[in-house]
Structures are given as C-alpha cells and as structure tokens.
C-alpha cells in the first residue's frame, strides 16, 4: 500500500513538473503540420484553378468547330439596354454591379 501511493505521488510530481516541456512539444508539432498542410492545400488549390481555366477558356464554337479557341479572343462586348440606360458589358462585374439577379433576353 505504502509503495503504491509512492509510486502515484512519483508520477504525479514527474507529470506535473514535465507537463510544460510535453505541452510545448505536441503544440509545436502541430503548429508544423499545420503550416505544412495550410502550404499544400494552397499549392494544390493554385494547381487545380490553373487545370480549371486551361480546361474551361479553351471552347469549340460554331465558327471554330474543329480547334478550341480561348474565349477572350470570340468575345464581343455588348451594350445591354436596362430600361433606358444603356450598360457597356466589357467585364462581367459591369454587369452584376448592376444586380446580382440579372435575366438577359
């Protein structure tokens, strides 16, 4: 009995005066594979946004049907009429400043 509850005091004496230098650590470590995982997510992001617009910019239109084309070469801008003001549609956000609900006919 004696040398049970020596030996609990023993451990808590050890744990209570190494609890800092253990806490450190494991927070350390976990900051590290937090930055690690927070650096290849981006990379894998820009990767996969890149693979996105090449797949997405290059398009076959009725002109063109046999060789995709980047679509900012066959875009035309328009003037779009909104109830007598006229909006000059150069970039998708002229449009949208307008409303976010938009039907165009």
């Known amino acids: 009995m ?3 509850k020596f030996f609990i005091d ?3 004496k050890l744990i209570n005066n190494n609890v800092e230098k253990i806490l450190k ?3 350390s470590k976990s900051e590290d594979q937090y930055k690690k995982l927070s650096s290849l997510i981006g990379i894998a992001f820009k990767n996969y946004y890149k693979s996105v617009l090449n797949n997405h910019l290059e398009v076959k239109t009725i002109l063109y049907s046999r060789k995709p084309v980047n679509l900012y070469r066959i875009y035309v801008d328009l003037t779009l009429d909104n109830n007598g003001s006229f909006v000059k549609a150069k ?3 002229d449009v949208i400043n307008i409303s976010n609900y938009l039907i165009i006919t």
């Open 2 to 4: 004696a040398d049970e």
């Open 10 to 12: 023993l451990s808590a």
């Open 25 to 27: 650590k494991i927070v």
């Open 91 to 93: 970039k998708i956000t």
